[in-house]
């Protein structure tokens, strides 16, 4: 984007009520270009999603203020890693008159913006991203879970003030969940993951990754009351082994995405998954586990639509070319210095 003529390079391509904008890309674009850029839209917009952007201009405030004294039928907000801080969220919240989804990932925001966009929109938003807002407390993310009753996707990870009586109470009430991402919380236990799947019974997509407090009675817990579980992510907690794998293997047979990185996954779990598991899987994230080249090619075998296996720091893995010639559409992901056979040209 050029850097006052960014309305002036939409007027001609935009329609005359435009529904969705996004921007991504370096952007030194003045204020007085954003203004007339949201001006344009004539109250139409719907969604605004900022991804990969830099500069001084696309700064998360800079982009919210006009965007809420134009847009005010706007229902999807993305500016996750802009920089965005209470004030632009106040001015979006106070503003819109319904908004759905929220992604405000990586973002300084605090309790105050946090609690004029829960009153003013809990009972519209379905999906809230507030992943590393590291100022949000357990008592404002309590209430969150009370005044929004039809959230169905939450992304809480990596927020230190999280406790488990805020996640107790969160499993109360959000019992409509599809996707729970709670990376890297330290109070999440075997029976907070209990908690979460027999009171969720819609979800499919949780992620536990670097809880380390996890265990396998977390994954036996998901195969009882969660079999119809699509996406699961363990990744880095230390203490899975096959043994809940074997209970995911054997009773989630819907399962399509599996991280099992950085775990005590071994050999036997591989084969489990192949032999139990094959008919959805597509994802399998192996990093840094160690596991044989003919488990893998098991795996690759049985599995006819997997599509992306990662093998970073796997100790015995020595030939992506080998599991490509069972599995043509394959994707395998790797060191390079295990790409080959010791003795064969790289």
């Known amino acids: ?125 379905c999906r809230l991203e507030v992943f590393g807002c590291r100022s949000l407390s357990a008592a404002c993310l309590s209430v969150m879970a009370t005044s929004c009753p039809n959230l169905k996707v939450l992304n809480m990870g990596k927020l230190p003030k999280v406790t488990e009586a805020c996640l107790t109470h969160i499993t109360a009430h959000l019992k409509r969940l599809t996707s729970l991402n709670l990376t890297g919380l330290h109070v999440v236990r075997d029976r907070i993951v209990h908690l979460i799947v027999r009171r969720c019974p819609e979800l499919r997509c949780l992620t536990l990754r670097c809880c380390p407090h996890i265990t396998d009675r977390s994954l036996t817990e998901i195969s009882t009351y969660s079999a119809t579980i699509r996406y699961l992510d363990v990744s880095g907690c230390s ?7 074997q209970a995911i293997a054997m009773a989630c047979h819907h399962l399509q995405y599996l991280d099992l990185s950085s775990t005590k996954t071994s050999n036997k779990g591989v084969c489990l998954l192949a032999s139990y598991c094959s008919r959805h899987l597509h994802t399998v994230k192996l990093s840094f586990c160690y596991i044989c080249q003919d488990s893998l090619l098991k795996l690759c075998r049985y599995c006819k639509g997997l599509r992306l296996l990662h093998l970073y720091g796997a100790c015995d893995f020595h030939n992506a070319r080998e599991l490509r010639l069972v599995n043509p559409g394959l994707e395998a992901k790797c060191d390079l210095a295990c790409k080959t056979r010791p003795g064969q040209p790289r």
């Open 1 to 125: 984007m050029s850097e006052c003529g960014l309305a002036e390079q939409h007027r001609e391509a935009w329609p005359s009520q435009p529904d969705a904008v996004q921007v991504y890309g370096r952007s030194c674009v003045t204020p007085q270009g954003l203004e007339e850029l949201f001006a344009q839209s004539n109250g139409s917009l719907r969604e605004l999603r900022i991804m990969s952007c830099s500069g001084s201009g696309l700064h998360g405030d800079r982009l919210l203020l006009p965007c809420s004294r134009h847009c005010p039928h706007l229902t999807d907000v993305d500016v996750s890693w802009t920089g965005a801080t209470d004030t632009g969220i106040t001015a979006l919240a106070s503003a819109t008159a319904s908004l759905e989804s929220v992604l405000v990932n990586g973002c300084c925001i605090t309790d105050r913006a946090f609690k004029v966009l829960i009153r003013r929109h809990g009972g519209s938003l």
């Open 239 to 245: 203490a899975v082994t096959d043994l809940g794998i």
